[in-house]
């Protein structure tokens, strides 16, 4: 199985700052035949289910602030948000879906400082 | 709009066996995979499988060791993941979550139920 691991566990940024949130995959999920990256990022605030972000490690869902970008290839993939709003506070997950089974990272919960 | 609703809250025995459903509605059922997600108290998301729902065919994590069985009626627009020999530690939200697929390849998770809780206990 593909482990993806994240960092850090937690973060706490002032609003109007940037948050910075890192995956790290166990092997490659990049595709060299289309030069894809197969890692997504999704956001779950508090008593919902998860919300889709980032896909193709850069790919803004439709709908998603232009604040939230993805970036990285291979196997270190980033999560930034520009500008810290107060609805941003959240847990943020990255997931591949490379191969199966597909995998999460554990979680990261973004607080305002 | 594209909306994914899931069954209500279970309590189940251990050993027993538990259903959930999820009605799919505002697009087109059979285009799309429907993945199962669970979410354990201080655990990570965990992937269980996902049927194709246009071809039937299904997959599973074999973390689940043959104890999971995802179907669909295609009739109903509706999936449906059974879980058998409940223990303690399946205590857990459930989600489905829809995804694009084309041939072998399934995509990111772009929509997803509200959850379902089965609480597992004797």
């Known amino acids: 199985d593909i482990v993806m691991t994240q960092s850090p566990d937690s973060l706490a940024v002032s609003l109007g700052e940037r948050a910075t949130i890192n995956c790290k995959s166990s092997q490659s999920i990049l595709d060299s035949s289309n030069n894809k990256n197969y890692v997504a990022w999704y956001q779950q605030r508090p008593g919902q289910p998860p919300k889709l972000l980032i896909y193709?490690?850069?790919t803004r869902e439709s709908g998603v602030p232009d604040r939230f970008s993805g970036s990285g290839s291979g196997t270190d993939f980033t999560l930034t948000i520009s500008s810290l709003q107060a609805e941003d506070v959240a847990v943020y997950f990255c997931?591949?879906?490379?191969?199966?089974?597909?995998?999460f990272g554990q979680g990261t919960k973004l607080e305002i400082k | 709009q594209v909306q994914l609703v899931q069954s209500g809250a279970e309590v189940k025995k251990p050993g027993a066996s538990v259903k959930v459903s999820c009605k799919a509605s505002?697009?087109?059922?059979?285009?799309?995979?429907i993945h199962w997600v669970r979410q354990a108290p201080g655990q990570r998301l965990e992937w269980m499988g996902r049927i194709n729902a246009g071809h039937g065919n299904t997959e599973y994590s074999q973390n689940f060791q043959g104890r999971v069985t995802i179907s669909r009626d295609t009739s109903a627009s509706t999936a449906y993941m059974e879980l058998s020999s409940l223990r303690s530690e399946d205590t857990a939200v459930y989600y489905c979550a829809r995804s694009p697929y084309s041939g072998n390849y399934y995509g990111y998770f772009d929509y997803w139920g509200q959850g379902t809780l089965v609480t597992v206990s004797s």
């Open positions: 505002g697009y087109t059922f059979t285009n799309y995979a």
């Open positions: 997931q591949q879906y490379y191969s199966s089974p597909r995998t």
């Open positions: 193709w490690a850069s």
